[in-house]
DNA sequence: CGCCAGGTATGAT
DNA sequence: ATCATACATGGC
């Protein structure tokens, strides 16, 4: 068996601060990535439209795609961020320094902003195994071919125009109204994904909680996962009692700007380990 | 059976 | 404005 399932390859130099692709990929904000069954430490996947299988060789990163789009990866894995500079800010506060041993390398992705707007709307009082499940139902139904049994994300305007008994099969409850609602307004230019890239956060925030399904929680992911707005921290069940326990007086001032990373860390390093947000 | 899962929408104070 | 409750589904 091929040891490449998509032959042309596309190497990155250690980008700063590093990279762990599985605190990145499989930490909650990111759907369609899994262990490669084979070969241990490979991930295979989509982004967007894009199949990939990704390693790392020696701090690099190494990607096999159909096409090498440099451009769209770099942005998608963020290598132009400069982490070793936050990861220096985070040292100064003992429970984020805590956070960065447990998870030195994870990065927040930029990923598309539609197919954030549905996995995070699918996100809603669900657990992680389920909302894949859901998301790959909906990619493998709707979703445009890429070959060797992978799908790109359905469009918003090819997901307008279905119904809830087309959406029946990936048995997701009562979000399945919502994205269909979500996919109308965005179809109709009625919500313009493209513009919130340009608002300030806080209009941006507000924009997207016109959507159907997508109230401040969800709507601070979209912001964080797809946009790449690090300041944006969205605030669930979890996140809250580690702030109210931890950080009464919210984030030290050098933090704030990278607030969305710092709970990202927090978010890897309670799943790892319940134990952080929960006793005196 | 009841509880929980990266919440949100809705209607009542 | 804040607060309680229902909401589909599946795993434990």
């Known amino acids: 068996m091929p040891l490449l399932l998509h032959p042309p390859l596309l190497r990155f130099a250690q980008p700063p601060g590093g990279l762990d692709l599985a605190a990145t990929l499989d930490c909650g904000q990111a759907f369609r990535w899994r262990p490669h069954p084979d070969i241990p430490g490979c991930w295979q996947g989509v982004a967007g439209r894009h199949p990939a299988t990704l390693r790392m060789e020696e701090g690099d990163v190494v990607l096999e795609t159909p096409r090498p789009e440099e451009a769209f990866w770099r942005r998608y894995l963020d290598l132009d961020r400069d982490y070793a500079a936050i990861h220096e800010i985070f040292r100064g506060d003992p429970v984020l320094a805590q956070a960065l041993d447990c998870c030195p390398g994870i990065r927040v992705l930029r990923q598309d902003p539609w197919e954030t707007v549905c996995t995070f709307i699918i996100s809603a009082n669900n657990n992680i195994p389920r909302i894949r ?148």
């Open 133 to 280: 499940g859901i998301v790959e139902r909906l990619c493998e139904g709707w979703g445009e071919p890429l070959g060797e049994g992978l799908y790109g994300f359905p469009s918003p305007q090819v997901m307008a125009r279905l119904t809830d008994q087309d959406l029946a099969p990936l048995r997701a409850g009562y979000r399945t109204g919502y994205l269909l609602a979500s996919a109308r307004l965005v179809a109709s230019g009625e919500v313009d994904l493209d513009a919130i890239g340009e608002l300030p956060t806080q209009s941006a925030l507000k924009e997207l909680c016109r959507l159907r399904g997508v109230g401040v929680k969800v709507a601070s992911c979209i912001l964080l996962f797809a946009y790449g707005r690090v300041e944006c921290v969205p605030v669930d069940v979890w996140i809250r009692r580690v702030m109210e326990r931890l950080y009464p007086a919210g984030w030290p001032p050098a933090v704030v700007p990278y607030g969305g990373i710092a709970q990202q860390m927090l978010f890897h390093q309670i799943r790892q380990n319940p134990r952080l947000g929960l006793e005196p």
